[in-house]
């Protein structure tokens, strides 16, 4: 993992293998959740808050929203945003959640991720001849 590292932390790539073991190593991590797994996960989340009796085309419709939002996600990401929000450590979680603020907490889950993605396409387009912006 050391050669990782840097572009997992936002880093130019030093080399092609670098950048290859970094694609290699993000791919999976990348890999967007099952629909049902989102859903499920949802239902759980959202146990924890109060609900009065709604008709089930509505709890379709809004299940339908919770995926559409969080459907680019990888399940570790949401995971970690739903956690993230039940935590002591978020003023708002007395709230119940919506779909987006899941969605932002899965953005910063992610975002070490979208970094080294931007990194490896960066490294794709110029190569050992980066612009001065990009090196480190």
């Not at 959740?33 to 379709?60: C, K, M, N, S």
């Not at 899965?106 to 975002?111: G, L, R």
Request: proline content about 9%; charged content about 25%.
């Amino acid at each position: 993992m050391t050669i990782l590292q840097p572009v997992l932390r936002g880093r130019y790539p030093s080399s092609k293998t670098e950048a290859d073991e970094a694609r290699r190593a993000i791919q999976p991590l990348s890999q967007p959740a099952d629909p049902l797994w989102i859903g499920q996960r949802v239902v759980t989340l959202l146990y924890h808050y109060f609900a009065a009796d709604i008709a089930p085309a509505a709890i379709e419709a809004m299940a339908e929203d919770w995926i559409t939002e969080l459907r680019e996600y990888p399940a570790w990401a949401i995971e970690a945003a739903c956690k993230a929000w039940l935590s002591k450590d978020n003023p708002k979680r007395g709230k119940k959640p919506m779909p987006g603020d899941i969605s932002e907490g899965a953005d910063k889950s992610a975002a070490l991720i979208t970094s080294a993605r931007q990194m490896i396409k960066f490294y794709e387009k110029y190569g050992d001849q980066p612009p001065a912006y990009l090196k480190s």
